[in-house]
């Protein structure tokens, strides 16, 4: 099925503007509240480090022990991750260089 220009402008709009509304409607319907608020406090101290962990769990959920190759990759992009970020605490340096790290393993290392 081949999209007409006017259905495929309509969709980038619909999606900019579902993706603008999801970022700002917290701004929007907290701006009044007090930023001593201790509720909004403690999302704000829990919430990123819960995601890194459901994050962690849902990209090793597939991972099997039956050989090396179905679980080496994983760990050495693991302690890449967390060597690199206790050395220079940057998350995006982490991230990236363990993704890469990952990928250059999974593609060349063990196939």
């Known amino acids: 099925m081949t999209?007409?220009?006017?259905?495929?402008?309509?969709?980038i709009i619909m999606a900019t503007l579902g993706t603008m509304i999801t970022r700002f409607?917290?701004?929007?319907?907290?701006?009044?509240i007090k930023?001593?608020?201790?509720?909004i406090s403690y999302l704000g101290?829990?919430?990123p480090y819960s995601a890194i962990g459901l994050l962690v769990v849902?990209?090793?959920?597939?991972v099997t022990f039956s050989s090396a190759a179905s679980w080496a990759p994983?760990?050495?992009?693991?302690?890449?991750i967390v060597v690199l970020h206790s050395?220079?605490?940057?998350?995006?340096?982490s991230i990236g260089a363990g993704t890469v790290?990952?990928?250059l393993l999974v593609q060349n290392v063990f196939i």
């Open 74 to 80: 994983e760990v050495i992009a693991i302690i890449c």
């Open 87 to 93: 050395w220079k605490e940057n998350t995006l340096l």
């Open 35 to 39: 930023s001593g608020n201790s509720y």
């Open 3 to 11: 999209l007409t220009p006017f259905q495929t402008i309509v969709i």
């Open 58 to 62: 849902y990209c090793l959920k597939g």
């Open 25 to 32: 409607l917290p701004f929007i319907l907290f701006k009044d």
């Open 45 to 47: 101290e829990v919430l």
């Open 101 to 103: 790290v990952y990928m």
